[in-house]
Structure formats: C-alpha cells, structure tokens
C-alpha cells in the first residue's frame, strides 16, 4: 500500500487547495488578457496619425495613459 499523506481525495484540505489554484489561474488569466488586450489597443492608436488621434482627443503622449486609465471626463466641458 502507498503511503498516504492524510489527503484523501475530497478532503476539505485538497478542495481548499485546488480552489486556490483555480482562483490563481482564473486571476493570471484575467490580468493577462487584460494586459494584452491594452497593448494592441496602444498599438492600434499608435498607429493613427496625429489629426485622428486629436479627433478623438487625445495627443500621442497620452496613448498610454488611456488607454490604462481611460480618457479624462472633463473633455465634454
């Protein structure tokens, strides 16, 4: 018989654990898709030239910020 080391297959332990590893991929996941998808974002906008950047309000050293953050709300006024 193989040594047991107290887990058995549905214990509260093992469940704890494989939650935690479940939260943690679904979390890398997320903040990697978040991730890539702003970069193609800047880099979409990178590409624009500056007249259409200025259509949209924005300047060609603001593509970053954002894109992070979203445009500033005080632009309407």
Do not use: C
Not at 38 to 58: E, K, P, T, V
């Amino acid at each position: 018989m193989a040594a047991s080391h107290g887990w058995e297959i549905n214990s509260p332990i093992r469940q704890s654990f494989l939650d935690k590893v479940r939260w943690a991929s679904h979390f890398a996941l997320k903040t990697y898709l978040r991730w890539y998808q702003q970069r193609a974002a800047a880099h979409y906008l990178a590409q624009l030239d500056d007249r259409m950047l200025h259509d949209i309000g924005i300047t060609r050293s603001q593509i970053e910020s954002a894109v992070r953050n979203g445009r500033d709300r005080n632009w309407l006024r």
